[in-house]
């Protein structure tokens, strides 16, 4: 009897301890991380290391010197020499740890052993990236950052940059427009493609930037945004309006760094410029960022007219993509397929978008469209996301590498409220005042009266 009493006593918390933990790392994977599972992998790693390092084939011979050394101590046998570690150091979703490459090694190696490790010290994942020559740091991610993304709350944000979406090693994507000018989106329906550009276009609403929609959907995606937009074209004959001033004003614009370079002949160096940045802050014209949302919609034609129509606007926008960067104009360009078959000039222009971005897609062409010039393995990645994530894609940069990225959730809702927040911000570009769209007035939320009511008789 007195057995069962103690074993329901012990048991008993145990149980719960352990039904509560499981609960918590299902339902709360950051809590689980740092009250648990930080611990449990810092005690694994630090007493497997030397073991795991030299079952992965990551040791090296020992020096004579300590062969030596330690004969001359120990009479031991000695052990090959794990790569020296650094301190380690949490964070809120895992781990890093900076090790030092022995003679011979390169992070190619660690590279390769990534999955070995993160069995042998149970954690989700382990990525691997070089800090200087001799050095690289392991960080290992405690659980599924993607699942429920949460943005890290200190990200370094400036100008024209944008931290858009959560990368699978947890670290912030920053979109940064001065690095990469323009983009292209690919992606199924339903993949997250607006979701993106929903983000985009709240990030930016709060800094000095003009945001221009084209949005042949009839608006559905980007009329929400409309306080803060300086121009919206819901239509092929509203874009084909649109795309002209936007040439016109970056023509104007090279035409004030022009003017500005010939200002005198001895001007010094640093004050000769070649794009919008160089001029004085007084001067330069603000930067404008072009959205388009389901791009196929300004290629597709059906009449004979429609067919000149687009030839013209597919020019004016390889124009735009080709030589906005020094006039400050930027493009985001999404869609579902981006080939040859939407006609001439579609190939051109998906070559001048520099950033690639690819969701889900339904056939390998269509990956392959965005990635295809990146890697190989980033068009099997695109192919293999499940539609059960939307907003999870593959993004390619220019380094050849990429990586897993998957923007958080932001309703609707919260970016119309953000953009409304930021109305006032809405830069004063005579050229495009014409396609400024039209603001629902909103309904007052408490409708108080102006005048309080008197009684009559009082
Ligand atoms: N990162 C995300 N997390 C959760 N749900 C998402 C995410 N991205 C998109 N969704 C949801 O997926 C659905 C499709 O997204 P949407 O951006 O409209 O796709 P697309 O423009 O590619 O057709 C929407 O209901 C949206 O709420
Ligand atoms: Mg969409």
């Not at 999404?334 to 950033?355: D, S, V």
């Amino acid at each position: 009897m007195s057995d069962l009493t103690t074993l329901l006593e012990v048991g008993g918390p145990v149980a719960a301890l352990g039904g509560g933990a499981a609960y918590a790392r299902a339902k709360h994977p950051a809590a689980y991380w740092s009250t648990v599972g930080l611990p449990v992998s810092t005690v694994r790693l630090l007493s497997t290391y030397g073991s795991v390092m030299e079952a992965c084939g990551l040791t090296v011979a020992p020096s004579r010197l300590r062969v030596l050394a330690a004969r001359a101590m120990t009479r031991r046998e000695v052990r090959p020499v794990p790569p020296r570690r650094g301190l380690l150091r949490p964070t809120t979703t895992g781990l890093r740890i900076r090790l030092r490459l022995a003679p011979g090694q390169e992070p190619a190696d660690f590279a390769a052993s990534t999955e070995r490790l993160r069995h042998a010290w149970g954690v989700h994942a382990v990525y691997v990236t070089p800090v200087k020559p001799g050095v690289i740091e392991l960080r290992l991610v405690g659980y599924d950052v993607l699942r429920r993304v949460r943005m890290p709350r200190k990200i370094a944000d400036g100008f024209l940059q944008v931290p858009v979406a959560l990368r699978e090693d947890a670290t912030p994507f920053v979109r940064d427009y001065r690095t990469i000018p323009h983009q292209l989106t690919l992606g199924a329906t339903l993949s997250g493609k607006s979701m993106y550009l929903r983000h985009l276009i709240a990030g930016l609403a709060p800094q000095p930037v003009a945001l221009v929609g084209i949005d042949c959907k009839r608006g559905v995606e980007l009329a929400p945004f409309a306080p803060r937009l300086s121009a919206l074209a819901t239509d092929p004959e509203q874009a084909a309006e649109l795309l002209p001033v936007l040439v016109k004003e970056m023509e104007d614009r090279y035409d004030l760094i022009k003017a500005r370079q010939g200002i005198a002949p001895g001007t010094p160096d640093e004050e000769i410029t070649s794009d919008i940045w160089g001029l004085p802050e007084h001067k330069r014209p603000v930067p404008v960022v072009l959205f388009v949302d389901e791009v196929a919609e300004l290629f597709l034609v059906a009449t004979k007219k429609d067919e000149e129509r687009r030839d013209e606007m597919v020019t004016q926008l390889i124009r735009l993509a080709q030589l906005g960067r020094a006039a400050g104009i930027y493009l985001e360009v999404c869609g579902q397929r981006f080939g040859a078959e939407l006609g001439k000039g579609a190939t051109m222009l998906r070559a001048q978008l520099t950033g690639r971005v690819c969701h889900r897609v339904n056939d390998e062409a269509s990956a392959k469209m965005a990635l295809g010039d990146i890697a190989p393995e980033a068009v099997m990645a695109a192919c293999s996301i499940a539609p059960e994530r939307p907003g999870l894609a593959v993004a390619g940069d220019t380094s050849g590498g990429w990586s897993r990225i998957r923007t958080p959730y932001l309703s609707l809702t919260d970016a119309a409220e953000t953009c409304h927040a930021w109305a006032g911000l809405v830069p004063d570009l005579p050229a495009l005042e014409p396609f400024r769209p039209a603001v629902p007035v909103r309904p007052a939320e408490h409708a108080a009266p102006v005048v309080l009511p008197h009684p009559v008789t009082d």
